[in-house]
């Protein structure tokens, strides 16, 4: 039940270090209210699921590095080794004097090729150590050069090396205004690829995390660091041991597994949001309280109102009456508002778990028509609280949440394809315009697939 | 012929029992009222044979089934097998009659399927060592059609979403992965446990532990409950050998059963008493089936004097056509060298395609089939890694190398996945001649990798 995580590009580095990171704190947390057997087992299964052992005693995160320039990896690795907990191996990362420059059509193209054999020695060392890979978790941007373009390049060698592991793919999706100025173009080309290799892709938009950071954490300067350690945070509360199944006597073996087959089965559905509760700042934590009724309330209605966080949630919005079906929208580019679901899956730690209620989850009116919730809405619990919260819930959701976003991205770049800007940069490297209108055309077809939910 | 055996029919009839497995074992006072017909026993024989065919189809996994179900699971088992009484199959389903019919249908299962012996078999205390190893060539293909053809004209046709569909489709590609990645692990840890100890068993020829003798050693105090099992096992063993030895006294009895069983028969006859419509399980499907077998036979046979006509036309025309050319050829005949090569390659060409051919008629006959322990050598030993014997020989006889395994599946696998690209194809050319009857549709194949 290993997972070998794949860092790629500068985005994906940073967050990687930020996630073992987080993990690592969390299993060091002495906030657990469980019992001592409880968060042995734990954290063996934690141990077992991102870390591997060596002889120093200090374990080793199961990842490798890659990147076309050298000081991000020389600094996540040194930040690593400095915190005396963990560390990665040193001898796993890749890295090349030149970089991308945000060309997409460098990475895929030019990079990935050329470096493909020596990133995939790497990878397979990795496998190698695992006693049951579980499989494979990249982290990306899909702005940039590296991480896009070379990361859907990997994804489809590691679909081609691995052909029966799990690939789940977490995507950052860039700035609404970034400073990017092909990024639209990127990010089309990165979804449209990944989509043919990978099982799912986790979505975390920058937008996002920022008012998180802003309204929730009370953070005045913000920082990528503290974006991405909100990431992190949630990535975590996911991906922790936790027992998928009611009755099970032991930890998840095959987390990835597990949540592919609840989230991910139908080929066209494979865009995933994650939303975590709560989130707040460290020293607000210590003087708040939560009930489980208040926060799945909560949840369930970010679920269906598509908020991003808890607070500025739209509760007028309700699940359409039976009988009365959701009126068909003339084009997803109207404001959507109740959000349909075509699978849910809440992750549940901290005190009193077994005494949740989650029957609001599990109104049939949440759901699209042809899936009912016994077979939609799935549950992970542990009584082991997450880092500092003693209570929190997470919703891994396959819904209409990333619908208006990805109509957003195409618009765009359609628009900047159908006056060819910047379009020379990707031909130079070998992405004719085909291949972009095969992009766009994939696209549109999962953004019909959701719309018609 | 009966009174000197008087006394051998009780000690065969508890030899039976005691080989049976613990928590399925009858009273032998059951087989006395059997005899008889007497109603108390047919509940205990209804319960018997349930628990007994369970574990031989199932696995032993015995669900909380009311006796209904355990009737119809195992009226289902012996239509299975072929028996064909129908006096059995109109027993009722609360199983208060018919312990004669039941005790019938037990006997027929020892003689015709082995009971005891299958029973043995899946009982016996494992060693977890063990991999299943089958090449035999798999003929299913053409069935499958007609199975799910039949199936589905009982049902209602009921309107299922294709997206639904999808779905499970995808659910169970997940899952099978997941087995894979389960099986993976099992055979590293499994390697992991072989070489560790390597060269610390007594037997030689295995040189190291089974799973199971390395739990032992990692947990001592479960010996006894090994001890234990081993211990059953070889009482049911002896009880077998002396069930053996007993075995036509048995026999002698049932005869004695079928006698009184004609008897009633006969004295039901002349009541009068007429006979129940005839309630197999399932009646209109056996009887699709048996019609679609006789059907299918006509259809084959059909099928294969045509195809034997149509080969016939081919190969006279073919034959003609190339005397034609041959003559043709002769007129220019190039000098002799060139013609003995060439003559050379074709007769080259030739073999190479017909031994493809025949490697494959040859080898449909060996093909290895059931359980096999592990047992790995090294590289340094004279054999080769990765050796596998059978389980039940000693010496070791059956003896079979993991790497020729390894090869014949990836052959298979080859043939598989070109028969899967045929099958695509011809999916792909269905559509497309489909797209093309349609106006105003565009069709768009999916991305290319």
């Known amino acids: 039940m290993s997972i070998v995580t794949v860092q790629l590009g ?373 009584p082991r609280a997450f880092n500092k919260y003693e209570k929190s819930a997470s919703l891994v959701s396959n819904s209409q949440f990333l619908l208006q976003l990805m109509d957003n991205v195409v618009g765009k770049a359609w628009n900047m394809f159908a006056s060819k800007a910047y379009v020379h940069q990707y031909t130079k490297f070998g992405i004719e315009e085909e291949d972009f209108l095969d992009c766009f055309t994939t696209l549109e077809q999962v953004i019909s697939s959701y719309a018609s939910l | 012929m009966w009174r000197g055996r008087a006394g051998a029919l009780p000690a065969a009839i508890g030899a039976l029992c005691r080989a049976l497995p613990p928590g399925s074992r009858p009273a032998p006072e059951a087989f006395r009222l059997a005899k008889f017909d007497r109603p108390e026993a047919s509940l205990q024989i209804w319960r018997l044979l349930y628990s007994l065919l369970k574990q031989i189809h199932d696995g032993g996994w015995t669900e909380l089934d009311t006796i209904g179900t355990q009737i119809r699971f195992v009226k289902s088992v012996l239509w299975y097998h072929g028996y064909g009484r129908p006096e059995f199959y109109q027993l009722p389903s609360d199983g208060s009659q018919g312990s004669r019919e039941l005790l019938l249908a037990f006997s027929w299962l020892l003689n015709r399927i082995s009971l005891l012996e299958q029973l043995l078999t899946v009982n016996r205390v494992k060693i977890r060592d063990e991999a299943s190893v089958c090449t035999c060539e798999d003929n299913l293909s053409n069935s499958w059609k007609d199975r799910t053809e039949i199936a589905l004209e009982p049902c209602l046709k009921r309107e299922v979403d294709v997206r639904y569909l999808q779905w499970l489709n995808g659910r169970l590609r997940f899952q099978w992965r997941s087995l894979h990645v389960e099986s993976q692990e099992q055979c590293k840890l499994l390697h992991k446990i072989h070489s560790y100890t390597s060269g610390c068993h007594m037997d030689q020829t295995i040189g190291h532990f089974s799973v199971t003798e390395t739990d032992l050693i990692r947990q001592p105090d479960s010996y006894k409950q090994l001890l234990q099992s081993l211990e059953s096992e070889t009482s049911r063993l002896e009880a077998f050998l002396e069930w053996k030895r007993l075995e036509p006294v048995y026999w002698h009895w049932m005869e004695t059963v079928l006698d ?157 996945k070109r028969e899967l690209k045929r099958l695509q194809e011809e999916c792909r050319h269905k559509l497309d001649e489909i797209a093309e009857g349609l106006v105003g549709v565009i069709c768009i194949p999916p991305m290319k990798r």
Not at chain 1, 140 to 167: K, W
Not at chain 1, 318 to 341: E, I
Not at chain 1, 355 to 366: H, K, M, N, Y
Not at chain 2, 265 to 285: D, Q, R
């Open chain 2, 260 to 416: 009184t069983l004609s008897e009633d028969a006969n004295t039901f006859k002349s009541e009068g008493v007429c006979k129940e419509k005839n309630t197999l399980p399932n009646a209109n499907l056996c009887c699709h089936i048996a019609s679609n077998i006789i059907g299918e036979i006509d259809k084959l046979t059909k099928d294969l004097v045509t195809l034997h006509d149509g080969l016939h036309e081919l190969v006279t025309c073919k034959k003609s056509a190339w005397y034609e050319k041959v003559k043709s050829r002769e007129r220019t005949l190039p000098d002799e060298r060139e013609f003995c090569a060439a003559v050379r390659t074709i007769t080259e060409a030739v073999k190479l395609k017909l031994s493809d051919l025949k490697y494959h008629c040859a080898h449909k006959k060996n093909g290895m089939h059931g359980p096999y322990r592990l047992v790995f050598k090294d590289k340094r030993s004279a054999s080769k890694t990765g050796f596998l014997s059978s389980v039940s020989k000693e010496p070791i006889t059956n003896v079979v190398n993991a790497t020729e395994v390894i090869s014949k599946l990836q052959m298979e696998e080859a043939t598989l």
């Open chain 1, 10 to 382: 500068q985005c994906g580095n940073q967050i990687g270090y930020e996630v073992f990171n987080a993990i690592c704190s969390d299993f060091h947390s002495t906030h657990g209210i469980c019992s001592k057997k409880e968060n042995e087992s734990y954290q063996e299964a934690c141990k077992e699921r991102f870390f591997s052992e060596e002889k120093t005693g200090v374990p080793v995160a199961r990842a490798v590095l890659v990147d076309m320039e050298p000081k991000v990896i020389s600094q996540t690795l040194s930040m690593a080794a400095r915190s005396g907990h963990w560390k990665y191996d040193h001898q796993s990362h890749f890295c090349q004097k030149q970089g991308s420059g945000n060309n997409w059509a460098n990475g895929y193209s030019v990079h990935g090729p050329r470096y493909r054999d020596v990133i995939m020695n790497l990878v397979q060392k990795e496998a190698e150590k695992c006693d049951r890979l579980s499989g494979f978790f990249t982290v990306m941007s899909m702005a940039g050069g590296t991480g896009s373009g070379m990361g859907a390049y990997v994804t489809q060698c590691l679909r081609d090396a691995f052909p029966t592991s799990f690939i789940l793919n977490q995507v950052i999706w860039p700035y609404g205004t970034g400073e990017v100025i092909v990024q639209n173009y990127n990010s089309v080309l990165t979804l449209s690829h990944l989509y043919q290799s990978s099982d799912a892709l986790l979505v975390h938009e920058n937008d996002a995390i920022h008012k998180i950071c802003a309204q929730l954490m009370n953070i005045k300067k913000i920082s990528f660091r503290d974006v991405n350690q909100v990431i992190a945070h949630q990535l975590g509360s996911v991906f922790q041991p936790t027992y998928s199944s009611e009755g099970a006597s032991q930890y998840s073996r095959s987390p990835l597994g597990d949540l592919m087959e609840s989230l991910v089965p139908h080929p066209e559905l494979k865009m995933l949001g994650l939303r975590n509760i709560p989130q707040m700042s460290e020293n607000s934590l210590a003087y708040s309280t939560f009930t489980w009724p208040g926060l799945i309330k909560h949840l369930r209605q970010m679920l269906i109102a598509h908020a991003k966080m808890e607070e500025g949630i739209d509760w007028q919005v309700r699940p359409p009456l039976p009988g009365h079906p959701v009126p068909p929208k003339a084009s997803p580019n109207q404001a959507l508002h109740f959000n349909t679901s075509v699978a849910n899956l809440v992750v549940l730690r901290g005190k009193d778990v077994q005494s949740v209620d989650l029957g609001g989850f599990r109104d049939p009116a949440l759901y699209t028509s042809w899936l009912n919730p016994q077979e939609a809405f799935h549950i992970w619990k542990t």
